[in-house]
Nanobody
Framework: QVELVESGGGLVQAGGSLRLSCAAS????????????MGWYRQVPGKQRALIAS???????NYGDSVKGRFTISRDNAKNMMYLQMNSLKPEDTAVYYC???????????WGQGTQVTVSS
């Protein structure tokens, strides 16, 4: 079973920055053989979890419109890590952020426990 663990959330003022990390482990045959794409979702109370950024094994990123130009997703395959650098944070970025992973072509099926990000105005 693939395990994902997020870290790096917290409280920050509007305009500030945070960096989230996601550590991946486990999987049948090791993490390299178990997942391809990774992504970051976020969820606010009363709303569905939404994908904000994803990245392929080759490092090709894709961003949602709400974070494009402010957030940067990256991954270090050698360390089984994924990151989300969040700059110019806004109060509307306040949410629980989840790390996710999938085999290419399938839905995201592996999830972390989530980390809270709170942006004060």
């Amino acid at each position: 079973q693939v395990e994902l663990v997020e870290s790096g959330g917290g409280l920050v003022q509007a305009g500030g920055s945070l960096r989230l990390s996601c550590a991946a482990s486990g999987g049948k045959g090791g993490i390299d053989g178990s997942i391809d794409d990774m992504g970051w979702y976020r969820q606010v109370p009363g709303k569905q979890r939404a994908l904000i950024a994803s990245i392929t094994t080759a490092g090709v990123p894709n961003y949602g419109d709400s974070v494009k130009g402010r957030f940067t997703i990256s991954r270090d395959n050698a360390k089984n890590m994924m990151y989300l650098q969040m700059n110019s944070l806004k109060p509307e970025d306040t949410a629980v952020y989840y790390c996710a992973a999938r085999v290419s072509g399938s839905s995201f099926e592996y999830w972390g426990q989530g980390t809270q990000v709170t942006v004060s105005s």
